[in-house]
Nanobody
Framework: QVQLVESGGGLVQAGGSLRLSCAAS????????MGWFRQAPGKEREFVAS????????YYADSVKGRFTISRDNAKNTVFLEMSSLNSEDTAVYLC?????????????????WGKGTLVTVSS
């Protein structure tokens, strides 16, 4: 049974930081690119960041570049999202995804599995 379980969300003040984690099980983690997406209230889901299978390459949405860092630990089947300098526009449910290629995930393509998400709320 495939599972992607996100954790680490919560309430944070503007300018603060959070670290999200996504624990994967039920599939060969190192064979998939991994990514983070987010969906704010009343808005469509959008790409945040993705990372290639080996962890040696990453992609970011322009809105988070320089503030967010995606990483993965293939030994622990976990992908992370370090978020800093948070602002109110970062408030959203953050979802973890496994896909065919990190580059394709930028367009929301090639997604094989989705997590259920973790809520991040940034207070101003």
């Amino acid at each position: 049974q495939v599972q992607l379980v996100e954790s680490g969300g919560g309430l944070v003040q503007a300018g603060g930081s959070l670290r999200l984690s996504c624990a994967a099980s039920g599939f060969t983690f190192s064979s998939y690119a991994m990514g983070w997406f987010r969906q704010a209230p009343g808005k469509e889901r959008e790409f945040v960041a993705s990372i290639v299978r080996s962890g040696g390459g990453t992609y970011y949405a322009d809105s988070v570049k320089g503030r967010f860092t995606i990483s993965r630990d293939n030994a622990k089947n976990t992908v992370f999202l370090e978020m800093s300098s948070l602002n109110s526009e970062d408030t959203a449910v953050y979802l973890c995804a496994a896909g065919r290629a990190a580059s394709e995930m930028r367009a929301g393509s090639g997604i094989a599995f989705w997590g259920k998400g973790t809520l991040v709320t940034v207070s101003s």
